[in-house]
């Protein structure tokens, strides 16, 4: 999210890409760094929500006028793996989608979650941090009955047993309506099987 661009958005097919990362390096000379998706199935095209798709299109209408840090106006190179890695891609910063509005300059990793340990303390709940949501929300996409496969490309896992197995929990309520599905299906079919049973007999005893 933090390395997000504009021209990694099509408006008209209201898609996403992802295909770079970004993060701040603390080091003696402090800077930041782009660089590739962990794997080759971190690179995905995802649809976007109706209400990300909005939220998007408000921080559109702001580009020009937000507060910019000059630091912004740096070019950063990266490789892109599923390519000729020795042939360098680059943005310039200025083009990110999300930035700090009150300083100008990209977000941090920390900043989300600094922020998002203020939202806790003032809800009264304990704090998580931002990528415990990824959990929340593999676990609330096949608890809607989204396709494991489907989860897997959104999440880009190279493999399935890494999303069923560690990013989707199974809590008692899923648990509770699972059984309600089975009872439901096997109700059904007792009621199918049973207007089959009669109308064959029917058949039987009138064959015309």
């Known amino acids: 999210m933090i390395a997000l661009t504009w021209d990694d958005i099509d408006w008209e ?14 080091k003696r000379q402090q800077f930041w760094v782009a660089g590739s998706p962990k794997t080759l199935a971190g690179y995905r095209t995802i649809p976007l929500t109706g ?60 900043s989300y979650d600094t922020h998002l340990y203020k939202l806790c303390d003032e809800a009264g709940i304990k704090r998580f941090s931002m990528h415990a949501l990824r959990y929340t929300y593999a676990t609330r996409a096949i608890e809607s009955g989204m396709p494991p496969k489907t989860l897997q490309k959104l999440l880009g ?27 439901q299906g096997q ?16 058949m039987w005893r009138d064959p015309l």
């Not at 996403?16 to 701040?24: A, C, N, P, Q, Y």
């Not at 896992?157 to 009872?183: N, Q, W």
């Open 51 to 110: 209400r990300a798709y909005e939220i998007l299109k408000e921080v559109y209408a702001t580009k020009d006028t937000r507060r910019q840090s000059p630091e912004l106006d740096t070019v950063l190179e990266y490789a892109d793996k599923r390519k000729d890695q020795q042939r360098q891609k680059r943005f310039n910063m200025k083009d990110l989608v999300f930035i700090n509005f009150r300083t100008g300059m990209p977000n941090k990793n920390s």
């Open 157 to 183: 896992h190279a493999s399935l047993k890494t999303t069923m197995d560690r990013y989707v929990h199974v809590t008692d309520d899923s648990m509770e309506a699972g059984i309600r599905l089975f009872e």
């Open 13 to 26: 097919k209201r898609t996403l890409t992802i295909r770079k990362t970004m993060e701040f390096r603390y």
């Open 187 to 202: 109700l059904k079919n007792l009621s199918d099987g049973g207007i089959k049973a009669k109308n064959v007999a029917e």
